[in-house]
Every structure is written in structure tokens, then in C-alpha cells.
């Protein structure tokens, strides 16, 4: 009976305590934020990308016809606002010792063909803010894609597969010391996905992270100065490939995982009018990044079906000079390279099996000027945009998983864009 009553007291003093501290709609402020956005844009070449090609990474190679003319080299033309997007910015009380304040943002830019005009949660994610710490829990920029620092391009892409591109589940807490801010992170995915070789029903593009259950593991360094921004940041992942293996002895339950490792660097000059940026990545299987690679089977048990993995290692960098106030000049340059597989890779009847973001792409570049007109909250964009990339056609090399020939497909790029924000 006393025993009881103790916890009764106890309950009831919890929650007398929890009333009493409990915010009201007072203590919050809401900020609705967004643009609307049209983007008018023709192409020379289809490309690998999502929302009716307005996010469009690289030139898609599928072959040529009995003239020797690429099959995907078609001019098309769209217009689309389905880069439209709205949020919502809340500040709320103080509570465990932190300012809080939270996002919730949706756009209309789909994550597949299947799906170009899904209306898609961006970022929801709550912050704790201390003196010199925050604490973020949920929906956001990937650590990889630097905070600030990322290409001003006309371009829905923002200068991807060069400049990484996700937004993902994670917590993430930064401490500050001076000018120096540290972050560690743990990731999970969820619209930006690393690839599997599962299929089938119960299989989704997330699987292979989840399956990997730990999740990835991101630190990332940032300083700054007046003029300056540096920073540098290293990521690890585990994913599983497979759940299950097919063998001539029947099938098995897979327990092979991959590890992969990647970094990035980048600089930042902005003074007055002028703004330059230099960024580079470097690392293993980055597709969950919106960066080109993946990995390949690397031995098979003919038996059980069982495998391993090799990564493939890929490397990019880019280029980011924009000049102007209201009048704005720009110019992108980025360049990437495939440099192949960490171990041999298997022999599979002749061919390889792989799994990524076009992994056969052996080296890519894009130059891309543009001139904007920023008036009040209105923007107008008027950019071309080149895109090049080399397929692997023949002369594979199971050593290193590249191709010694290859063939190129470009695709020509202008588009217009009008942003009205609010």
C-alpha cells in the first residue's frame, strides 16, 4: 500500500512539474518562408535525373543506332515550377538549458521518374542551441554538403554529381571553439539512397543502409573568418548488398557487408562583390551523395551464391566564381574521375557485376556560365550548361573494374529561371 502511494505521489508531482513548465503558443514563433519557382530549360542529350529532367545530373549513353548516331542524342524542351518549394521556421522557448527552434520545409520535386511531381518533405528537424554547442535531430543537409558553401549555379542540380546533394534522418551536434566549428553526425538514408542488388517486393531504395544497421558516420571541421570559410569533413558506411544469395546448391541467407570511406575539402573567398569557391571529394561508393561510383562483387562461392565486395573509388572537384549585386556573372567548372575498383573484380561469364550511380562513367566535366537580375524578391536566371561524360564500351579490365575505351556523350544545356520568394 505504501509503495503505492509513493509512486502515486511521485507521478503526480511529475506531472504537476511538467504542467507548469509546459510552453504555450506564446512562446513560439512562426516564419512561413518559400519561392515559387519556373524553370524553362533545353536540352541536346536525355540524361540520368529526376523531376522531367529538371534535375539533371549527366548525359545518359544507352548505345547508338545502324548510322552510328547516339540513341538518347534528342533535343527536348521543358517548363516546369516544380522547384517550387515552402517552409515553415518556428522559434520556441528555452528549454534544457538550449534556444529551440525547428524547420519543416516540402517542395514538389519527386525522388524518381516514376514519381517527377511528388510533394516531398525537404527538411524537419528540431535544434537545440547552447552557448557553444547545438544539438540537430532529424531531416537535413547531409554534413558532405558544407553548410553554406556549395556552387550558386542557375541550375536545380546546385553543381551535382560534382557538389554532393542529400538530405537525410540524422543527429547531428557541432561544438564551437573561436572561429572553429566541429560536427559529428549519424546518418541514416532515406530519399538519397546507396545502391542494392536486392529485388523484389520487399525490397526499398533504402535497404542496403538499413539492412547495414549502423549508421553512417560523418565528422566534418568548418572555420571562418571575415572573408574566409575552410573546411574538410571524413564519412564512414556500412551497407549490406544482399539479404539473400542463389547458388547451385540452392538459396542462403547473405551476411557479406561493405565498408566505405569518403572526405572532402573545401574553400570559400566572398568579399563585397565577389565570391569564389573550390570544393573536391574523394572517397569510396558516395552514390547516397548524389556522386558517381558504387561498387562491384569482387569473389563468388559457386555453391552457396555467397560474395564480397570492392569499392570503387571516385574523385571530383569543382570550381565556383560568381561576381555582382543585383547584376550577377557566374561561371561552374567541375571535373570527375573513376579510379577504379580497390580489388579484382569477378568474372562473371565475362562481364561484371556491379551496382551504384553509373559506375561505367570513367571521367565527366561540366562548364556552366550564367547572368542573373536580383530585384527586390525577384530573381532571373539565364544559364548554359555542358555536361560531358565518358561510357566504358569495351576493354574491360577486371583488375580495376575501368574500361580502356570509351565513348563521350554531351549534352547541351540552356535554361531560363524566375524565382519569386517570400
Known sequence: MLKRFAGALVASLLFIGASAQQPSLNDF????YGFVRTDYYLDTYKGNDVAYEN???????????ANGDDLNEQTSANLTALASRMGLKIQGPELLGAKTSAVLEFDFGGITKSEPTLFRIRHANVVFNWEKSKLLVGQSWHPFFGGGVYPQVGAFNTGAPFQSFNRSPQIRYDYQIGKLDV????????????????TGDYSTANQAQRNGIVPELALVAEYKSADWT????????RIKPRMTTDGDAGTFNADEFLISKGSMAYVKYSHEKLMVTIKSFY????????????????SKDEQTGAETYTNYTNCTGLVNIVYGQKWQVGLFAGYGKNLGTADEVY????????????PGIQNLGRVAP???????KLRFVAECEITSASYGTSGFDFSDGTYADTHRATNKRVSLSMVYAF
Open 29 to 32: 514563433k512562426l516564419d512561413f
Open 55 to 65: 534535375f539533371y545530373l549527366v548525359p545518359l549513353y544507352s548505345g547508338q543506332d
Open 183 to 198: 560536427g559529428v553526425a549519424a546518418v541514416y538514408e532515406s530519399q538519397f539512397t546507396s545502391r542494392s542488388f536486392d
Open 230 to 237: 575552410l573546411g574538410a569533413g571524413v564519412e564512414m558506411k
Open 283 to 298: 572517397g569510396q561508393n558516395m552514390t547516397h551523395l548524389t556522386l558517381l561510383g558504387g561498387y562491384a562483387v569482387a
Open 347 to 358: 568474372n562473371s561469364n565475362g562481364s561484371a557485376l556491379v551496382a551504384g550511380l553509373l
Open 370 to 376: 550564367h547572368i542573373a537580375y536580383n530585384i527586390a
